[in-house]
């Protein structure tokens, strides 16, 4: 599989992709087809997989038996056949727009950026004499070391890696070796990396890398979904629908009230998304700027080190050990399980809608819902939602718990632990946009939440006894129980019953016009408004 990118794309957004090995069939024992790459690339690991032919055994009869041996064995390169993630692999192309950000390609590239920018704010400290301002020029070629950064560059700093068998330090031996033919740079190449740690570098790559892809794919997907339950709200305000409380019949509301409560909500949460402040710390080895005060005693390095975060669009953490406490990132993944969780919610609510008829399909010509059952037309979209808001959740909330931790000045649990944060945030992505997709199916089904209503005259027994309480008729609550608990309710045995009621005739005609349908209280009025008073939600977060 292979990943092209380049910086490039933060301008001129074209995304990413891995392109599956071509194949051949070649001949084997079984005529199985093998695969094998005939196209020259570079690969990011000495790292292959191996798939094996081996004759049927003759118990297997035709059956094709692929199994692991070194005899009869062909390489094969990362595919989406060969991929240990379905999100590197199945589902590819919906969370590819990610890899930019989250993938060991994102990780590099921040990398070489924060060595750059620290480089280039070194020249800006007068009290540096040792690396004086930079001409435009090399601030132009050192600029373009981030603007032209290619999936070739980074796959030169893994080759470096191979031999330093430290990820960071061959960000820096790259550096080291592009500039070298720069001489006003080349005379200050001991000055990348200057007073770092790792984690100085990492954990600025590591925010950048969560800053942008939450604000340029996390979030407007979840802008897309909640417009979408919003426009689902608006346009079905006015349907009444049988509320179900413990399962039972219950008040009538609308269809497009319940979906204005479940748009509020994500839109709230999405808020809180959106307001986790995205922290970084640049202090050394162990936080106190022990290098740096050795190195240049008379510097403000705390100061220094919080103009260079915040000049990274990154909250400064004056407060650290060696690295980061990553607090922020559990606050972070945190509200994005919050978001999921409401998510899950709303797929549940709208499987249920489907079994009940509520809501119909749209179905595509050529999909088969069950590979048995013909007739299937099965809610596959906010299942598939489903299924991955929980293994994103659980990513997410593992994330956050673990990373919280690290014993003393810092140990290196949470450096392999930081690498998998593509997963949670890829499988929430993929919940996202299948619910987009699933949504984008429905179509209401009046006919059938009319014939819910029309049996279920029972429900008016709450505005029935509310009205008798208002006018002093005794035990409104058990004569409704006596009338309704456990009985057929008809329209007929409501309107008898209210004939009979000693109140004003004002009242008495206004509940003979009531009907399940029309007892809906402020349920359209809710639905309709439900983009005003998301709006004024935002609002009030800003202020």
């Known amino acids: 599989m292979e990943f092209a990118a380049s910086s490039r794309l933060r301008t001129n957004p074209q995304i990413p992709y891995f392109s599956s090995v071509s194949t051949k069939r070649c001949q084997s024992p079984t005529n199985l087809p093998c695969w094998y790459n005939n196209r020259q690339h570079q690969q990011f690991s000495s790292v292959s997989v191996?798939?094996?032919?081996?004759?049927?055994?003759?118990?297997?009869?035709?059956?094709?038996?692929?199994?692991?041996?070194?005899?009869?064995?062909?390489?094969?390169?990362?595919?989406?056949?060969?991929?240990?993630?379905?999100?590197?692999?199945?589902?590819?192309?919906?969370?590819?727009?990610?890899?930019?950000?989250?993938?060991?390609?994102?990780l590099i590239f921040y990398r070489v950026l924060v060595e750059i920018k620290w480089l280039l704010k070194l020249s800006e400290i007068p009290e540096v004499t040792e690396v004086p301002s930079?001409?435009?020029?090399?601030?132009?070629?050192?600029?373009?070391?981030?603007?032209?950064?290619?999936?070739?560059?980074?796959?030169?700093?893994?080759?470096?890696?191979?031999?330093?068998?430290?990820?960071?330090?061959?960000?820096?031996?790259?550096?080291?070796?592009?500039?070298q033919s720069r001489p006003e740079i080349a005379e200050v190449?001991?000055?990348?990396?200057?007073?770092?740690?790792?984690?100085?570098?990492?954990?600025?790559?590591?925010?950048?890398?969560?800053?942008?892809?939450?604000?340029?794919?996390?979030?407007p997907s979840m802008d897309k979904l909640i417009k979408a339950i919003c426009n689902l709200a608006k346009g079905n305000a006015h349907i009444p629908m049988l509320s179900r409380t413990h399962g039972q019949t219950a008040s009538p509301t609308t269809l497009g009230k319940e979906m204005a409560i479940f748009a509020f909500r994500l839109s709230r949460q999405r808020q809180n998304v959106s307001e986790v402040e995205m922290m970084g710390k640049f202090a050394g080895a162990v936080g106190n700027y022990n290098a740096h005060l050795v190195a240049y005693p008379e510097i403000n390095w705390p100061q220094i080190a919080e103009d260079f975060v915040q000049s990274l669009g990154l909250e400064f953490n004056p407060y650290v050990t060696q690295i980061e406490p990553h607090d922020y990132m559990a606050e972070l993944f945190n509200a994005i399980v919050q978001f999921n969780d409401i998510l899950i919610d709303f797929d549940r609510?709208?499987?249920?809608?489907?079994?009940?008829?509520?809501?119909?399909?749209?179905?595509?010509?050529?999909?088969?819902?069950?590979?048995?059952?013909?007739?299937k037309v099965n809610p596959i979209d906010f299942e598939n939602s489903e299924g991955n808001l929980g293994k994103a959740n659980e990513d997410l909330a593992f994330l956050s718990r673990k990373l919280l931790i690290?014993?003393?000045?810092?140990?290196?649990?949470?450096?392999?632990?930081?690498?998998?944060?593509?997963?949670?945030?890829?499988?929430?992505?993929?919940?996202?946009?299948?619910?987009?997709?699933?949504?984008?199916?429905?179509?209401?089904?009046e006919a059938r939440l009319s014939e819910d209503l029309d049996q279920s005259w029972e429900?008016?027994?709450?505005?029935?006894?509310?009205?008798?309480?208002?006018?002093?008729?005794?035990?409104?609550?058990?004569?409704?129980?006596?009338?309704?608990?456990?009985?057929?309710?008809?329209?007929?045995?409501?309107?008898?019953?209210?004939?009979?009621?000693?109140?004003?005739?004002?009242?008495?005609?206004?509940?003979?016009?009531?009907?399940?349908?029309?007892?809906?209280?402020a349920a359209i009025e809710l639905a309709r408004t439900v983009d005003s008073a998301i709006e004024w939600t935002r609002k009030l977060a800003i202020l």
Not at 141 to 166: P, R, W
Not at 205 to 215: C, F, N, T, W, Y
């Open 349 to 375: 609510d709208i499987w249920g809608y489907i079994s009940l008829g509520y809501f119909k399909q749209i179905t595509k010509a050529g999909e088969i819902g069950s590979s048995t059952m013909p007739h």
């Open 50 to 106: 191996q798939f094996s032919v081996l004759p049927p055994s003759r118990n297997c009869s035709s059956t094709k038996v692929i199994n692991m041996s070194e005899d009869h064995s062909r390489e094969l390169e990362l595919s989406n056949l060969t991929a240990l993630s379905p999100l590197d692999g199945r589902y590819w192309g919906k969370v590819k727009e990610l890899a930019l950000y989250m993938s060991e390609y994102g």
């Open 134 to 179: 930079f001409s435009e020029e090399a601030k132009s070629f050192l600029q373009g070391l981030i603007d032209e950064f290619s999936m070739n560059d980074a796959l030169e700093v893994k080759n470096i890696e191979k031999v330093t068998n430290h990820d960071v330090k061959a960000v820096e031996y790259f550096l080291k070796q592009k500039c």
């Open 459 to 521: 429900v008016l027994a709450e505005p029935i006894q509310t009205v008798m309480r208002r006018y002093g008729v005794p035990e409104p609550y058990e004569k409704l129980k006596e009338l309704t608990r456990g009985r057929a309710v008809t329209r007929e045995s409501i309107q008898a019953f209210i004939q009979g009621l000693e109140i004003p005739e004002e009242a008495k005609t206004r509940l003979l016009y009531l009907t399940p349908h029309s007892y809906v209280g």
């Open 406 to 445: 690290s014993r003393w000045q810092r140990d290196l649990t949470d450096s392999t632990v930081l690498r998998n944060m593509g997963g949670g945030l890829g499988h929430s992505l993929l919940a996202y946009k299948s619910a987009l997709q699933g949504i984008g199916k429905l179509q209401v089904n």
């Open 189 to 219: 190449l001991e000055f990348f990396h200057f007073a770092c740690t790792s984690e100085d570098i990492n954990n600025l790559a590591h925010a950048l890398m969560l800053k942008e892809a939450v604000s340029t794919v996390i979030l």
